[in-house]
């Protein structure tokens, strides 16, 4: 029962354009959300979330939109760098919960 | 330098074997976390620990066990009856014991089972 869905298994992007990676969760009581970043053979570093008590959360390039009714948010990077290749991963926990539950990943590949 | 050490990065073993992965954190975390990534899969947790002497089954405990007797320390066994366990396990900490405290990754092991 995959509770954190990430359907687009990769993304190719021309640098300079918005990137959008979508997530999508069933779980109704997950209330906390996260996005991970994942080069190749390192561990996952985190780079923004967002609380269920906001629709969007903003840093930097990088743009975090959450539709509860939906059960769906989405991260926009703008612009899009090459740097930015990488695989992404959606999380997401309860309220009450002590563990995260990841996505499968979206792998990221901006192009020069 | 505080973080998350791995030890080694590449392992490999003979299928039948049990196999154990470090995994250590100064940064004074009290949560420490176990994962396992497949592709295509994401991150599946393996097992968790939130205080000393005390952890917790995560989605795939099967064929695994870990012990925590160090607030710093948080070794994964791989056992022979795990029975897919080539793969790269990453290993993570938490200050606070949620699911909304941030966790921080160590580099992974990839483990090879011949």
């Known amino acids: 029962d995959q509770q954190v869905k990430q359907n687009s298994p990769s993304l190719s992007v021309q640098e300079g354009r918005i990137s959008i990676l979508n997530c999508d969760y069933t779980?109704?009581?997950?209330?906390?959300f996260l996005w991970y970043k994942k080069y190749p053979a390192e561990g996952p570093t985190f780079l923004i979330s967002?609380?269920?008590?906001?629709d969007k959360n903003e840093d930097g390039r990088f743009t975090v939109f959450l539709n509860k009714s939906a059960k769906h948010l989405s991260l926009h990077i703008v612009p899009s760098q090459p740097g930015d290749s990488a695989v992404y991963f959606c999380?997401?926990?309860?309220?009450?919960?002590?563990?995260?539950?990841f996505g499968e990943g979206t792998q990221l590949t901006v192009n020069p | 330098d505080g973080g998350i050490t791995q030890s080694p990065k590449y392992l490999f073993r003979k299928e039948g074997q049990n196999v154990t992965l470090s995994c250590e954190q100064n940064l004074n975390h009290d949560a420490m976390y176990w994962y396992r990534q497949d592709p295509g899969q994401g991150l599946r947790l393996i097992y968790y620990?939130?205080?000393?002497?005390?952890?917790q089954k995560g989605d795939i405990a099967e064929g695994y066990s870990v012990s925590r007797e160090k607030k710093e320390s948080f070794p994964l066994t791989v056992t022979s009856a795990q029975k897919n366990p080539t793969a790269f396990y990453l290993c993570a900490s938490s200050k606070g014991r949620g699911g909304r405290d941030t966790q921080y990754f160590g580099p992974g092991t990839r483990l090879t089972v011949l």
């Open positions: 620990s939130q205080i000393v002497n005390d952890f």
């Open positions: 967002i609380s269920s008590i906001k």
């Open positions: 999380a997401a926990s309860e309220t009450s919960g002590s563990r995260l539950t």
């Open positions: 779980n109704s009581m997950f209330d906390y």
